[in-house]
């Protein structure tokens, strides 16, 4: 498998590979704990020590932006560690450019994080971060009483905060377009001056990521009311500092499930479990309805490959393995119908017509729908795939290229933004390293 990362004019070919693929993998740290911790940690009085550190561009842009605020953070790569310092809530006055690239989850978090502080902090991205809403989050937080607008006019980046601290009080945030704006909230709001309510208006999408949200702001110390109705109440309360081991990427795992299944092999992902934090592991639930077996371990999870058939899924909750799923229903029997996945439009590309797209390249008919597709399988060739600088678009059509001939995905090396060495490790599990 030659590699030659770059724009997108450069590419990898991938080779086939005729035999089953059986083995073991433990992917990388969570890029979506590894964020979560970082930010409470950064707040929380005391030092922490976080383990199983995702080290990848998402992350190190965040950890970069709490220097760049004052927070002393150790990283050692080798052993995947962070030691943060925490500033007890209490950010640094002073004036601060953070840039995000096109990491949503630092940008959001970020953004709510700062109000907390006294200062003057202006957060922007590159071109695409600067197409991604915003907006919700900024109006629920002024309903908290910050001071922040998002200066371009457009509802998206770049934000511009004058730092005044969080009031409390009750506010208003919508569900449907990311959970993260929740999630953001959720973070800060126990720096607040008074209790904070927050109401969520519409469908909540992704929400075993705000369940992971309020797991980690536990562990830390922190407990939140939450109602049948959808509102969350927070009363001030301080952050404590201590040792946190992150888990296995579970989106990353989807990739070795979808490989067992696309290839009719067995492969079993270390370190996560049912009762792991993060719901994408539920992916494998997901190939279980497709006709794979499915083995549920107390630190780990094996899929192995059976006959493929068609699915009718709704995977709102676990929309970042979407597209994973599309590739694998390419060799299924009968259609797979993909829905409740509008939110991914907003992700850093539109994942929908960018999935929809690139299938078609190959010869699959594919219908759009707003929130999602349908996948019709039917023979395949070769094509030359566009990943729109999105990390999941180059890991999941890297699957097709394992049965089908003459696939190519552009820039490869997208995939640093939450899996720097992703084809070094499918190329070991396929044997071809």
Not at 8 to 30: C, E
Not at 110 to 138: H, K, W
Request: hydrophobic share 40%; charged share 20%; proline share 5%.
């Amino acid at each position: 498998m030659p590699t030659a990362a770059g724009s997108d004019g450069t590419g990898k070919l991938i080779t086939p590979i005729a035999h089953p693929v059986r083995g073991r993998i433990r992917p990388p740290g969570s890029k979506s704990l590894t964020n979560r911790a970082l930010i409470i940690a950064a707040l929380a009085k005391g030092r922490s020590t976080l383990t199983g550190v995702l080290d990848s561009d998402d992350t190190r842009v965040m950890i970069e932006s709490w220097r760049r605020l004052g927070v002393p953070i150790q990283q050692d790569l080798d052993q995947k560690t962070l030691v943060i310092d925490g500033c007890g809530g209490r950010l640094p006055a002073g004036e601060f450019e953070l840039y995000l690239e096109n990491s949503g989850t630092s940008i959001r978090f970020l953004t709510a994080a700062c109000c907390l502080g006294s200062g003057t902090y202006r957060l922007d991205g590159n071109a695409r971060m600067q197409e991604r809403p915003i907006a919700d989050l900024v109006t629920a937080l002024q309903g908290f009483g910050a001071d922040l607008e998002c200066i371009a006019g457009t509802g998206c980046p770049p934000v511009l905060i004058r730092g005044r601290g969080l009031a409390g009080g009750r506010t208003e945030v919508a569900g449907d377009v990311s959970s993260q704006f929740l999630s953001a909230l959720l973070m800060a709001v126990p720096g607040a001056r008074g209790a904070c309510e927050i109401a969520v208006s519409g469908e909540l999408v992704s929400l075993p990521y705000v369940e992971m949200t309020l797991e980690v702001m536990r562990a830390f110390g922190v407990s939140v009311e939450q109602s049948d109705d959808g509102r969350f109440v927070c009363q001030p309360q301080i952050y404590r500092g201590r040792d946190y081991a992150i888990e296995p990427d579970a989106s990353g795992a989807s990739y070795f499930f979808a490989l067992a299944a696309v290839t009719g092999g067995s492969v079993t992902v270390e370190g996560l479990s049912k009762h792991s934090l993060q719901g994408d592991v539920e992916f494998a639930t997901a190939l279980e309805q497709m006709g794979c077996t499915m083995t549920w371990g107390e630190q780990e999870i094996t899929v192995t490959g059976g006959e493929l058939t068609g699915v009718d899924i709704d995977m709102n909750a676990i929309s970042d393995t979407a597209q994973t799923l599309a590739c694998v229903a390419v060799f299924a029997q009968g259609p797979t119908r993909i829905r409740g996945v509008k939110h991914m439009r907003y992700k850093e590309t539109d994942r929908v017509f960018a999935v929809v797209t690139e299938l078609s390249k190959l010869g699959v008919r594919v219908e759009e729908h707003e929130d999602g597709m349908t996948i019709h399988p039917g023979p395949m060739q070769g094509a030359q795939i566009h990943t729109y600088h999105d990390h999941r678009m180059a890991m999941s059509f890297a699957l097709v290229g394992l049965r089908v001939p003459g696939v190519t995905i552009l820039n490869p090396g997208c995939t640093a933004k939450t899996y720097p060495d992703y084809f070094q490790d499918l190329e070991r599990m396929c044997g071809t390293a």
